[in-house]
């Protein structure tokens, strides 16, 4: 079965989006793909809520298809989530989700981002707690700019800089 968004209603579509933007936006800032762990983490750590809650709030969002999943390790069944078009084409300057780029996976792709959001968990937060930074996705991006970092930037955009 392929997983879509197509069985939802444009209304049913817009309610998750506005329901679940803030988890939408952080993972999109976040490249658009992270393990569910880090989902968990993250979230947690910029809200304060349970990690139970938003575990059923990821679970909400793969059941309508706006998260996906790509198995990474078959012998774990280590999974990447990532976005589906419709969330991501809500962030972009495109008319229709059709339009959005489809996600080109590769081994080294996957690992440097699972090791990027674990060091912005592990390492970056924190400073920023101890200098009385306020923690959210906006102000994460501005302090990894402000810092030099460019932490959240893919391959072919630090080419560009």
Same mark, same amino acid.
């Given at each position: 079965?392929?997983?879509?968004?197509?069985?939802?209603?444009?209304?049913?579509?817009?309610?998750l989006f506005?329901?679940?933007?803030?988890? %939408?936006?952080?993972?999109?800032?976040?490249?658009?793909?992270?393990?569910?762990?880090?989902?968990?983490?993250?979230?947690?750590?910029?809200?304060?809520?349970?990690?139970?809650?938003?575990?059923f709030d990821?679970?909400?969002?793969?059941?309508?298809?706006?998260?996906?999943?790509?198995?990474?390790?078959?012998?774990?069944?280590?999974?990447?989530?990532?976005?589906?078009?419709?969330?991501?084409?809500?962030?972009?300057?495109?008319?229709?989700?059709?339009?959005?780029?489809?996600?080109?996976?590769?081994?080294?792709? %996957?690992?440097?981002?699972?090791?990027? %959001?674990?060091?912005?968990?592990?390492?970056?937060?924190?400073?920023?707690?101890?200098?009385?930074?306020?923690?959210?996705?906006?102000?994460?991006?501005?302090?990894?700019?402000?810092?030099?970092?460019?932490?959240?930037?893919?391959?072919?955009?630090?080419?560009?800089?």
């Amino acid at each position: 079965m392929k997983h879509t968004t197509h069985n939802l209603t444009p209304e049913q579509k817009d309610a998750l989006f506005t329901k679940y933007k803030n988890l %939408i936006y952080m993972i999109h800032c976040c490249g658009g793909y992270m393990l569910r762990r880090q989902i968990r983490k993250l979230f947690h750590l910029l809200t304060d809520r349970s990690e139970k809650d938003i575990e059923f709030d990821i679970a909400e969002l793969i059941l309508s298809s706006f998260l996906l999943q790509k198995t990474i390790n078959k012998d774990t069944r280590t999974q990447m989530l990532y976005l589906s078009k419709y969330p991501k084409s809500k962030f972009l300057t495109v008319d229709r989700s059709e339009d959005v780029p489809a996600i080109n996976w590769t081994n080294q792709k %996957i690992f440097e981002q699972i090791f990027k %959001i674990d060091y912005l968990i592990e390492v970056i937060i924190a400073p920023m707690k101890e200098q009385n930074f306020s923690i959210n996705m906006d102000n994460i991006i501005t302090y990894l700019n402000w810092t030099g970092s460019n932490l959240l930037l893919s391959s072919n955009q630090m080419d560009m800089l």
